[in-house]
């Protein structure tokens, strides 16, 4: 399983070495998508139009199973408009996220009738003792082991 990470908003922190190991010991290849590293204007991570293509990328990509952001995205508005919604649409992939990547996963969800999910980011795994039950419970989630289903606006 290969998981593609993105962002919408500001870039990932410089300097830093990721190696996922959390997730590479649980036999995950990971994909950083280079806008990851971008700086643009102080802070985003390339244009919003660049942010957009790479999240294309990435649905094209046939390597990876998985979108994910690195966090959550501080100015993914820009990029909502931008998006080419019938693409993601034709090379449907489970996309997760959190914060404000949420109008990014309510966007794809609307637009598209994909089922989108608020859960871990890349970062999470990267912190110095991931939890567990983060992994866990978004691969029940991913794999039907664990059901979800949303009705009149409630999660069940």
Known sequence: MTI???VTGD????NEQREYG?????GISIIEHP???????GHLAGTAQERADALHELYLDERVDIVMSFW???NTNEVLKL????LI?????PTIGYSDTTALLSAIAKKTGHITYLGPAGITFLKPEPLEYSYEYMFQMLSGEKEI???DSKIY
Do not use: H, W
Not at 89 to 93: A, C, D, F, H, M
């Open 4 to 6: 593609g990470i993105f």
């Open 11 to 14: 870039a990932a922190p410089q």
């Open 22 to 26: 959390f997730l590479r010991k649980k």
């Open 35 to 41: 806008i990851c590293n971008k700086v643009y204007n």
């Open 72 to 74: 959550g995205g501080f």
């Open 83 to 86: 998006l080419d919604y019938k």
């Open 89 to 93: 649409k034709e090379n449907y992939k």
């Open 149 to 151: 289903f949303v009705t």
